[in-house]
């Protein structure tokens, strides 16, 4: 006896339909406690680096200086994260109380990065790219 089967059509989105356009687009598309915990950390990026252009990068908002990759930052599930680069390897005994990885920094959106931090990683990164 032959199954019959009904084929539903599913519809196809396209996958640059999810993607942010802006920094504003991606923060739009978090949740309100990750969202504020990352505009804190743009803030500190920017101050840090007022010349860098912002930029999406990899489907997250990252910061570009003379045209080259700086940093970036973005959300996940369970917490936010910032993309400093190889200055978490040259600050790792600063960053001990911190979810360190190779280049990534993750922590939860009700306990931000400190501005002060931010702002030294970000220098940092600064004087590496050159």
Request: proline share 5%.
């Amino acid at each position: 006896m032959k199954r019959k089967t009904t084929r539903t059509r599913r519809k196809a989105t396209s996958a640059k339909a999810n993607k942010p356009k802006s920094h504003d687009d991606y923060l739009t598309a978090v949740t309100e406690d990750k969202r504020a915990a990352l505009q804190r950390l743009r803030r500190a990026i920017k101050a840090a680096a007022p010349k860098a252009e912002e930029c999406i990068s990899y489907q997250v908002p990252a910061f570009r200086l003379n045209g080259r990759f700086l940093v970036a930052y973005g959300a996940a599930t369970n917490h936010c994260a910032f993309y400093p680069g190889s200055t978490v390897k040259a600050l790792k005994d600063e960053l001990k109380g911190y979810d360190t990885a190779k280049g990534t920094m993750r922590f939860p959106a009700s306990k931000p990065l400190p501005a002060g931090l931010v702002r030294k990683l970000v220098r940092l990164r600064i004087e590496e790219t050159g």
